[in-house]
């Protein structure tokens, strides 16, 4: 199995940006992607980003692209949200995936960010 726990949630102001942190660690060989979604209250969970680990192709929702980037250390199994220009639309908590099979995602516990204006 394999499992995440991310890190770097918090307290920013409209405008700032935040460095999110997910690692994972286990059978972290058997991880195709890793990710992140996010969901705001009251709104289903959605796609943010994600890095595919051969590669390291990236893909991104369209709301974020521009303002988000996905990078990761394979060395570290760690992969990073770097989230810039951040407006009201970001407050949610931001959950870390991994991908180990075409229909099998593992997630983290989830991350706050809280967008203040």
């Known amino acids: 199995q394999v499992q995440l726990v991310e890190s770097g949630g918090g307290l920013v102001q409209a405008g700032g940006s935040l460095t999110l942190s997910c690692t994972a660690s286990?059978?972290?060989?058997?991880?195709?992607?890793m990710g992140w979604f996010r969901q705001s209250p009251g709104k289903e969970r959605e796609f943010v980003a994600r890095i595919l680990r051969i590669g390291r192709r990236a893909d991104y929702a369209d709301s974020v692209k521009g303002r988000f980037t996905i990078s990761e250390d394979n060395a570290k199994n760690t992969v990073y949200l770097h989230m810039i220009n951040l407006g009201s639309d970001g407050t949610a908590v931001y959950y870390c995936?991994?991908?180990?099979?075409?229909?099998?995602?593992?997630w983290g516990k989830g991350t706050q960010v809280t967008v203040s204006s």
């Open positions: 995936y991994a991908q180990v099979s075409d229909d099998v995602k593992l």
């Open positions: 286990g059978r972290t060989v058997s991880i195709n992607y």
